[in-house]
């Protein structure tokens, strides 16, 4: 409940600071500038406080220090002005990649020791399709194919990341290369079986069904996120 609730107040405060840095964006007026600005802190409160410890929370100085000179600041300076400045989720692609064996080639990710499909933020002068078979060569060395799409997930939504973004997942089928795990984006890279998948999973492997039932599934309609009738209502 706890991960859950704090991927929650991430949510929240993600979704207020990008109003607010989109209002700042835009007003030339002083002061409504302030008052996103004041509203703003309290979306780097709120992030703070699904981060810090049970006894971090309880020290009040301690933690409005904190809000005042990191988080604060960082959104801040992530300001612009007009159209550049028009806050969004970010855009990554994911690769479910399928190989002879009916199995599936997993990461083991640098960064938080999870694994996961190889994934990739999009790149400019890049189709999604495109980005996926770079991603998937450079962080795992197999070459790939593109078959179809599975689905477009909110990362945040899934519990994959604490940064707003949005996923298009890809099936893939790999054709050739070497397992090689790259140096700096992951810990391990293999080939995994439904029965044998390797631990922890990424967003505790809410995504496995999905995956296999498009690959198993020659029917499959392409996956999207649920309507919620309240967004911003908590569910557990």
Known sequence: ?????????????????????????????????????????????????????????????????????????????????????????????????????????????????????PTGWTEIGYSPAEVVIKEVKEETGILVKPLKLIAVLDGMRMGFTKVPLYSIVFHCKSYGGELACHPLECLDVGWFGKDSLPEPLAGGGKWLELVFNAIQNSDFKVYFDPIRDNVWQFQP
Do not use: H
Request: charged share 25%.
């Open 1 to 117: 409940m706890d991960s859950e609730l704090n991927q929650l107040l991430y949510r929240w405060s993600q979704a207020i600071a990008g109003l607010c840095k989109t209002g700042l964006a835009f007003t030339g007026k002083t002061y409504e500038a302030e008052r996103y600005e004041e509203i703003l802190k309290i979306a780097a409160e709120i992030e703070l406080f699904a981060q810090l410890t049970e006894d971090l929370k309880g020290n009040v100085r301690a933690f409005d220090s904190i809000v005042e000179d990191q988080l604060l600041q960082k959104f801040k300076s992530e300001v612009a002005e007009g159209i550049p400045g028009y806050v969004t989720p970010k855009v990554a692609v994911g690769a479910v990649v399928e190989n002879d064996n009916s199995e599936i080639l997993l990461i083991k990710r640098a960064d938080s020791g999870v694994w996961l499909y």
